[in-house]
């Protein structure tokens, strides 16, 4: 099993509804993120949280929301998506000073 | 602001040459660095890193970076480039005033011709 596993790996999904994308992880890790990739912009951080009482805004947070549900549980929600939300969103998580690791990432694709 | 230059965002190279992915970071401090490897449909995997110590850091996949403070660079390269090298490469810093953040580059697509 992958160290850090998120759900769907794909989706499309209308203007207007609700969607969540959800992260799992056996790493035993306290930090876990959010990104969001689009070619040419690198990744950008939307959230990210230090334990299940900590949840931080990153660089784009607007328009998203995230739950920490447990430790190995970081889930990402768009109360209404958007076109312009149609991305490669990546979870992952890190010990500290080493690293992420990385998700295979959930492709969003917004009609 | 913390910052990571990667430049160019495409690089061809024949199988068997040089690579060289270019990163230059800002930092008033020497910060923490990585190189990142993404293959199509997958996630991002650590190539190697630098914290502190010998500036020349050995990776995965006979990878190589150097940094050097002086030119506030941290290059990526490889002696002979293989048809599996074919990715996006990604550099990033860590943040040295929320040590729990980690700034991207807008990364490098090699691609490698036979």
């Not at chain 1, 939307?46 to 607007?62: M, R, T």
């Not at chain 2, 020497?30 to 050995?58: C, E, R, S």
Request: net charge positive; with cysteine.
């Amino acid at each position: 099993d992958a160290d850090v596993t998120q759900t769907p790996r794909n989706r499309i999904t209308k203007t207007g509804k609700r969607i969540m994308l959800e992260c799992s992880q056996t790493k035993g890790h306290d930090r876990m993120y959010w990104y969001r990739q689009d070619p040419g912009l690198g990744l950008r951080l939307i959230y990210y949280s230090f334990d299940v009482k900590d949840i931080n805004k990153g660089e784009i947070s607007d328009g998203y929301s995230v739950s920490r549900q447990a430790q190995a549980k970081f889930s990402l929600s768009l109360e209404s998506a958007i076109p312009n939300q149609t991305a490669l969103y990546f979870c992952a998580t890190s010990s500290g000073n080493y690293g992420y690791t990385f998700g295979s990432g959930t492709r969003l694709t917004v009609v | 602001a913390q910052s990571v230059t990667q430049l160019g965002s495409h690089v061809s190279v024949s199988e068997g040459a040089l690579v060289l992915l270019r990163c230059n970071y800002s930092s008033s401090v020497p910060p923490y660095l990585f190189w990142y490897v993404q293959y199509p449909n997958q996630g991002l995997q650590l190539l190697l890193k630098y914290t502190t110590g010998a500036t020349l850091v050995k990776g995965i996949n006979g990878f190589e970076a150097e940094f050097k403070k002086s030119e506030t660079s941290f290059h990526l390269t490889k002696p002979s480039a293989h048809m599996s090298d074919a990715a996006e490469y990604f550099c990033a810093v860590r943040g040295i005033y929320n040590f729990n953040k980690f700034y991207f580059g807008s990364g490098t697509k090699l691609n490698v011709k036979p």
